[in-house]
């Protein structure tokens, strides 16, 4: 019989099929002994990815799905740059202090020309660093006056993202959170600020609950925080997790105080990678004014003569998410994402008047909030949102169920973000699948019911 690979033993000329590489078992685990041809590594490589959802159907991520042309194209060229080499780069680290400025200005910074802030792979490292720099501050204040710097903590709502958890165990922070209710699923202003003391170094904010896209009481915080200054002349800070409504608030609720016009408000954080509209990873880190970055924390490298600061966890990152970052602010402009904020807000009322028809959820989400849709399954139904979730599956929606926090357990809930790519037209057919799905679910005899669900609580691994 004629064998391609034999015949050619780099498999140059047989068609991809027709080749060894893609009939043989290949080395998973270890690096194979042999190379083998560019295409026939491509096309194994892809086919294999094929196995994953499709994007466009990933309901559960807030991170960008989808770009336009042009960004791509940008971030094709830019693929091959390290954003740290500021020497050789310098309009790379030019177009990143300037983003630095535009997010500041949007948050109404003093001075947003000489903002404090950085670009970072997410919110994540946003919230590391934000985090070490209450930390130090802290420790700076108390070492000052003589007091002990052995048990900081941070006051938080239990329905933060997993990355303050990292963060306080990472680096050693007593984590105290303020519990929420089925009723309320947002930080009470009050309770928080009953949990801190000499030891605290910041209270957070989250302005877009993962959980509900509730935006918690930012001005409520700052003013329980004021109050409690002028009573105790204890002075907290107050970080904002912006890592989606920070790029949702401005556009969609302008005179929403949540930002730098709080004086309370000292850091936010923001995902450049959710309502930034870049693909993932950009991240990035803002602090109101220099007091606020201990020099410490600042590393100095010689940049063109000049100095640049630099405050990061990783040292090399890709730049192109930078620059696409920075083509989406000149291209858009305000009026571009007011547009996108505001149509995907009305898409997700839109979405979210149709969920509410059926008789066997109720609406969590709430209006003014992030453009997204989240509801529970009412307690007397015979199946649970994981069961939901594994039958929208079926049709290649990928909707996450998840519990709420750990003291609102018992309650399962579905969300749906809406992201660009997200048209009516979709949405329609989002809830055509909604609607026969949970009739079917409710058609089934008790014994059969909930198949696949039931799951303990566990911290959602929710983006
Ligand atoms: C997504 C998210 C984070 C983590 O952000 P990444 O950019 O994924 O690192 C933190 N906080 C909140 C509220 C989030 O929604």
Redesign the pocket.
């Given at each position: 019989m004629f064998n391609h690979a034999e015949n050619d033993p780099d498999d140059t000329l047989a068609p991809a099929y027709g080749s060894r590489s893609l009939s043989e078992p290949i080395p998973k685990y270890r690096l194979p002994e042999g190379d083998m041809p560019a295409r026939l590594a491509y096309q194994l490589i892809h086919d294999e990815l094929a196995l994953d959802g499709n994007p466009a159907l990933n309901l559960a991520t807030?991170?960008t799905t989808w770009m336009e042309p042009e960004a791509e194209k940008l971030i094709a060229e830019t693929l091959n740059v390290n954003s740290i080499d500021q020497d050789e780069y310098p309009q790379t680290t030019e177009i990143q202090n300037r983003c630095v400025s535009i997010i500041a200005d949007l948050f109404h910074a003093d001075d947003a020309e000489h903002a404090m802030g950085t670009a970072?792979?997410?919110?994540?490292?946003?919230?590391h660093l934000a985090g070490l720099a209450m930390k130090w501050r802290w420790k700076a204040a108390r070492e000052a006056a003589g007091q002990p710097t052995d048990k900081p903590n941070l006051v938080m709502s239990e329905t933060?993202?997993?990355?303050?958890e990292k963060f306080v165990r990472y680096f050693e922070v007593e984590p105290r959170f303020v519990p929420i209710t089925p009723e309320r699923t947002v930080i009470d202003p009050e309770l928080a600020v009953s949990l801190v003391d000499e030891n605290t170094i910041g209270v957070v904010g989250?302005?877009?609950?993962?959980y509900t896209g509730e935006f918690e009481d930012i001005k409520g915080l700052s003013d329980a925080l004021d109050a409690l200054q002028e009573r105790t002349g204890l002075d907290v800070p107050l970080h904002v997790?912006?890592?989606?409504?920070a790029f949702v608030a401005p556009f969609t609720q302008p005179d929403l105080l949540w930002d730098f016009r709080l004086p309370r408000v000292k850091s936010i954080?923001t995902?450049?990678?959710?309502y930034g509209l870049v693909y993932?990873?950009?991240?990035w880190a803002l602090w109101r004014d220099k007091s606020q970055l201990p020099e410490d924390l600042i590393f100095h490298t010689n940049y063109l003569g000049g100095d640049q600061p630099t405050f990061d966890l990783n040292f090399s990152r890709g730049a192109s998410q930078i620059v696409a970052q920075y083509y989406n602010f000149l291209r858009m402009g305000r009026a571009g994402y007011t547009d996108v904020m505001q149509r995907l807000s009305a898409t997700a009322d839109y979405l979210a008047a149709l969920v509410d028809e059926s008789p066997h959820v109720t609406l969590m989400s709430k209006p003014n909030a992030l453009p997204l849709v989240c509801a529970r399954v009412n307690d007397d139904e015979p199946f649970t949102a994981y069961d939901i979730s594994a039958k929208m599956k079926e049709r290649g929606w990928i909707v996450p169920a998840y519990t709420l926090a750990k003291d609102a357990d018992h309650v399962s809930v579905l969300r749906v973000v809406v992201r660009e790519g997200m048209s009516r037209d979709m949405a329609d057919l989002l809830v055509a699948d909604f609607h026969r799905v949970t009739a079917e679910l409710g058609a089934l005899p008790p014994e059969q019911a909930s198949p696949v669900g039931h799951q303990p609580h566990k911290r959602a691994k929710?983006?």
């Amino acid at each position: 019989m004629f064998n391609h690979a034999e015949n050619d033993p780099d498999d140059t000329l047989a068609p991809a099929y027709g080749s060894r590489s893609l009939s043989e078992p290949i080395p998973k685990y270890r690096l194979p002994e042999g190379d083998m041809p560019a295409r026939l590594a491509y096309q194994l490589i892809h086919d294999e990815l094929a196995l994953d959802g499709n994007p466009a159907l990933n309901l559960a991520t807030f991170v960008t799905t989808w770009m336009e042309p042009e960004a791509e194209k940008l971030i094709a060229e830019t693929l091959n740059v390290n954003s740290i080499d500021q020497d050789e780069y310098p309009q790379t680290t030019e177009i990143q202090n300037r983003c630095v400025s535009i997010i500041a200005d949007l948050f109404h910074a003093d001075d947003a020309e000489h903002a404090m802030g950085t670009a970072t792979v997410g919110s994540s490292e946003a919230i590391h660093l934000a985090g070490l720099a209450m930390k130090w501050r802290w420790k700076a204040a108390r070492e000052a006056a003589g007091q002990p710097t052995d048990k900081p903590n941070l006051v938080m709502s239990e329905t933060v993202q997993v990355c303050w958890e990292k963060f306080v165990r990472y680096f050693e922070v007593e984590p105290r959170f303020v519990p929420i209710t089925p009723e309320r699923t947002v930080i009470d202003p009050e309770l928080a600020v009953s949990l801190v003391d000499e030891n605290t170094i910041g209270v957070v904010g989250i302005l877009g609950s993962t959980y509900t896209g509730e935006f918690e009481d930012i001005k409520g915080l700052s003013d329980a925080l004021d109050a409690l200054q002028e009573r105790t002349g204890l002075d907290v800070p107050l970080h904002v997790d912006g890592a989606s409504g920070a790029f949702v608030a401005p556009f969609t609720q302008p005179d929403l105080l949540w930002d730098f016009r709080l004086p309370r408000v000292k850091s936010i954080n923001t995902s450049g990678h959710k309502y930034g509209l870049v693909y993932p990873g950009v991240g990035w880190a803002l602090w109101r004014d220099k007091s606020q970055l201990p020099e410490d924390l600042i590393f100095h490298t010689n940049y063109l003569g000049g100095d640049q600061p630099t405050f990061d966890l990783n040292f090399s990152r890709g730049a192109s998410q930078i620059v696409a970052q920075y083509y989406n602010f000149l291209r858009m402009g305000r009026a571009g994402y007011t547009d996108v904020m505001q149509r995907l807000s009305a898409t997700a009322d839109y979405l979210a008047a149709l969920v509410d028809e059926s008789p066997h959820v109720t609406l969590m989400s709430k209006p003014n909030a992030l453009p997204l849709v989240c509801a529970r399954v009412n307690d007397d139904e015979p199946f649970t949102a994981y069961d939901i979730s594994a039958k929208m599956k079926e049709r290649g929606w990928i909707v996450p169920a998840y519990t709420l926090a750990k003291d609102a357990d018992h309650v399962s809930v579905l969300r749906v973000v809406v992201r660009e790519g997200m048209s009516r037209d979709m949405a329609d057919l989002l809830v055509a699948d909604f609607h026969r799905v949970t009739a079917e679910l409710g058609a089934l005899p008790p014994e059969q019911a909930s198949p696949v669900g039931h799951q303990p609580h566990k911290r959602a691994k929710v983006c």
